[in-house]
Protein backbone atom coordinates (compact mmCIF):
# COMPACT_ATOMS: atom_id res chain seq x y z
CA UNK A 1 0.00 0.00 0.00
CA UNK A 2 0.94 3.62 -0.38
CA UNK A 3 -0.55 6.57 1.26
CA UNK A 4 -0.98 10.22 0.53
CA UNK A 5 -1.49 12.36 3.75
CA UNK A 6 -2.73 16.10 2.80
CA UNK A 7 -2.57 18.11 6.28
CA UNK A 8 -4.57 21.81 5.73
CA UNK A 9 -3.72 24.27 8.16
CA UNK A 10 -6.12 26.05 10.11
CA UNK A 11 -8.31 27.91 7.87
CA UNK A 12 -9.21 31.97 7.80
CA UNK A 13 -12.49 30.21 7.95
CA UNK A 14 -12.90 27.19 9.94
CA UNK A 15 -16.72 26.86 8.98
CA UNK A 16 -16.69 27.71 5.39
CA UNK A 17 -13.69 25.80 4.98
CA UNK A 18 -15.65 22.56 6.14
CA UNK A 19 -18.99 23.23 3.88
CA UNK A 20 -16.94 23.52 1.08
CA UNK A 21 -14.38 20.38 1.82
CA UNK A 22 -17.63 18.04 2.66
CA UNK A 23 -19.62 19.23 0.03
CA UNK A 24 -17.30 19.85 -2.99
CA UNK A 25 -13.78 18.66 -2.59
CA UNK A 26 -14.56 15.07 -1.21
CA UNK A 27 -16.57 14.31 -4.12
CA UNK A 28 -13.63 15.69 -6.30
CA UNK A 29 -11.30 13.60 -4.71
CA UNK A 30 -12.76 10.18 -4.54
CA UNK A 31 -13.24 10.07 -8.48
CA UNK A 32 -8.99 9.76 -7.86
CA UNK A 33 -8.16 6.50 -10.41
CA UNK A 34 -7.00 3.78 -8.00
CA UNK A 35 -8.06 5.19 -4.83
CA UNK A 36 -8.82 2.45 -2.32
CA UNK A 37 -9.85 4.85 0.78
CA UNK A 38 -10.46 8.17 1.64
CA UNK A 39 -10.21 8.65 5.79
CA UNK A 40 -10.32 12.60 6.80
CA UNK A 41 -9.34 13.45 11.42
CA UNK A 42 -12.77 14.37 13.29
CA UNK A 43 -12.22 16.64 15.43
CA UNK A 44 -9.26 18.90 16.91
CA UNK A 45 -5.51 17.66 15.49
CA UNK A 46 -3.49 17.84 18.68
CA UNK A 47 -0.13 17.31 19.51
CA UNK A 48 1.26 15.93 22.54
CA UNK A 49 1.84 19.17 23.24
CA UNK A 50 -1.43 20.21 23.15
CA UNK A 51 -3.26 22.18 20.34
CA UNK A 52 -1.43 22.36 16.58
CA UNK A 53 -2.01 24.45 13.31
CA UNK A 54 -3.44 21.60 11.47
CA UNK A 55 -7.45 22.18 10.72
CA UNK A 56 -8.05 18.67 9.26
CA UNK A 57 -6.10 15.87 8.09
CA UNK A 58 -6.79 13.12 4.66
CA UNK A 59 -5.61 9.89 4.41
CA UNK A 60 -5.86 8.30 1.38
CA UNK A 61 -4.86 4.88 0.32
CA UNK A 62 -3.37 3.24 -3.16
CA UNK A 63 -1.97 0.00 -4.24
CA UNK A 64 1.30 1.82 -4.45
CA UNK A 65 3.72 5.15 -5.42
CA UNK A 66 3.18 4.66 -9.10
CA UNK A 67 -1.01 4.51 -8.34
CA UNK A 68 -0.54 7.70 -6.64
CA UNK A 69 1.60 9.23 -9.58
CA UNK A 70 -1.17 7.89 -12.08
CA UNK A 71 -3.80 9.43 -9.54
CA UNK A 72 -1.95 13.01 -9.33
CA UNK A 73 -1.64 13.44 -13.21
CA UNK A 74 -5.05 11.84 -14.31
CA UNK A 75 -7.73 14.91 -15.57
CA UNK A 76 -9.27 13.84 -11.88
CA UNK A 77 -5.98 14.54 -10.16
CA UNK A 78 -5.48 17.96 -11.80
CA UNK A 79 -9.01 19.03 -10.58
CA UNK A 80 -8.63 18.19 -7.32
CA UNK A 81 -5.73 19.53 -7.08
CA UNK A 82 -6.16 22.50 -8.36
CA UNK A 83 -9.48 22.85 -6.02
CA UNK A 84 -7.14 23.24 -3.15
CA UNK A 85 -6.59 27.13 -3.75
CA UNK A 86 -10.52 27.04 -3.46
CA UNK A 87 -10.67 26.67 -0.21
CA UNK A 88 -7.33 25.71 1.31
CA UNK A 89 -6.96 29.64 2.81
CA UNK A 90 -4.08 28.20 5.50
CA UNK A 91 -2.33 26.24 3.75
CA UNK A 92 -1.69 22.57 2.86
CA UNK A 93 0.94 19.97 3.06
CA UNK A 94 0.82 16.85 1.04
CA UNK A 95 2.93 13.83 1.52
CA UNK A 96 3.48 10.52 0.14
CA UNK A 97 4.48 6.92 1.07
CA UNK A 98 4.47 3.40 0.86
CA UNK A 99 3.41 2.28 4.08
CA UNK A 100 3.02 -1.76 5.69
CA UNK A 101 3.19 -3.38 8.60
CA UNK A 102 5.69 -2.63 11.30
Known amino acids: MAKVVVMYKTPK ?7 YYSSTHIPKAKK ?8 ISRGAV ?12 AMLSFDNMAAIQTAL ?3 EGQTAVADLSNFASGGVEILMFESGDA
Do not use: I, K, M, Q
Request: charged share 15%.
Open 13 to 19: DPAAFDA
Open 32 to 39: FPGLRGYE
Open 46 to 57: ATPAGASDVHLV
Open 73 to 75: TSP
